[in-house]
């Protein structure tokens, strides 16, 4: 099993002092950073380019996830490459090409994922599964931070974890949406390792308690 690991989200930061956000969650532990790209197409709200991978790069050294949440994400991989993401992860619903999309990530140095929405059957990837670093199942339908989490989800992570151990046992399986004190301990028994959590870090309570607190409910 690959290690477990909390990405906090920076969808729900404090853009006016990202560095110092970032820079808390590292000290408190965190090795990941998950960045949300939205292109208010694919998912209806717009979020962030390039600029700001690149920035999160020169405030923290923690591993830069991006999510695309872009139709067509092709056409964007290589600036986000450029600007520093060390994993990108597609939609699987957003491009006809998606065996070309994550060729092309691997192919300019960047880890690659696919990610899944909550009504996509997992058969859509199965063939894909031996070419990933990372698979996602959405527990939320994607394009705003705190969202409840998705039950029927669970599931699919279990479903998903007995593929990847037959095929390709190191790939990550990440879930992303909703998760918090409640459902953190649920995602880890299905088989969840890259837990996003967005909410659940940034709002009250104190960035470093915050993480340490899940990071405690994820190992329970
Ligand atoms: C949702 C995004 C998530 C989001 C999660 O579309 O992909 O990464 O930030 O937020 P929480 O953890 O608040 O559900
Ligand atoms: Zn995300």
Sequence with gaps: MTR???????????????????Q????????????????????PNITIGPLIVEAVKRSCN??????????????????????????IT??????????????????????????????????????LLPDLDLALIMTVNPGFGGQKFIPAALERIRTLRSWLDEVNPTCHLEVD??????????????GANILVAGSAVFN?????????ALTEAACA
């Design 177 to 190: 949406g909703g998760v918090n004190l409640q459902t953190v301990e649920s995602v880890v028994r299905a």
């Design 24 to 43: 808390e969650a590292e000290t408190a532990g965190s090795t990941w950073v998950h960045i949300d790209v939205m292109d208010g197409q694919f998912v």
């Design 90 to 127: 597609v939609h699987a619903e957003a491009t006809p090409h998606l065996h070309r999309a994550v060729h092309l990530i691997r192919e300019l140095g960047a880890q690659a994922g696919v990610a899944l929405n909550p009504g996509t059957p997992l058969e859509m990837i199965r063939p």
């Design 4 to 22: 477990l690991q909390i990405a906090p989200s920076i969808l729900s930061a404090d853009f006016s002092r990202l560095g110092l956000d970032l």
């Design 62 to 87: 923690l591993y830069r996830d991006v999510h695309l949440m872009v139709d067509r994400p092709e056409r964007y991989i290589a600036d986000f490459v450029q600007a520093g993401a060390q994993n």
């Design 204 to 212: 009250p309570g104190g960035i470093a308690r915050n993480f340490k």
